[in-house]
Nanobody, 128 residues
Framework: QVQLVESGGGLVQAGGSLRLSCAPS????????MGWFRQAPGKEREFVAA????????YYADFVKDRFTISRDNAKNTVYLQMNSLKPEDTAVYYC?????????????????????WGQGTQVTVSS
């Protein structure tokens, strides 16, 4: 079992930045990849970014490219989502997720169905 705890959400003005953190605990040795998803009120959950744990290969949704950066610190066992140039439409609950087994092809990491564990979410609100 893997537990995920997100932190770093909050209220920020448009154009500002936030950094989300996700610290997996428990049986993390088999973690293949970590991802961030978000869900805005009245909308479907959508993929934001993902990173493979061993090689650090990254994947991004088109709407966050060049604004958001996903990274991991293996020593701290933590995944980060650096969000810059935030827009009001980025307002959502952001969820961290972990894939506990190999996902192949890796392009499938954009789909939430390939993740085994989810955090409780952290609210990000961007004011105009």
């Amino acid at each position: 079992q893997v537990q995920l705890v997100e932190s770093g959400g909050g209220l920020v003005q448009a154009g500002g930045s936030l950094r989300l953190s996700c610290a997996p605990s428990g049986r993390t040795s088999s973690t293949y990849a970590m991802g961030w998803f978000r869900q805005a009120p009245g909308k479907e959950r959508e993929f934001v970014a993902a990173i493979t744990w061993s090689r650090g290969r990254t994947y991004y949704a088109d709407f966050v490219k060049d604004r958001f950066t996903i990274s991991r610190d293996n020593a701290k066992n933590t995944v980060y989502l650096q969000m810059n140039s935030l827009k009001p439409e980025d307002t959502a609950v952001y969820y961290c997720a972990a894939a506990g087994s190999v996902v192949s092809p890796q392009s499938r990491l954009i789909s939430g169905q390939y993740y085994d564990y989810w955090g409780q979410g952290t609210q990000v609100t961007v004011s105009s």
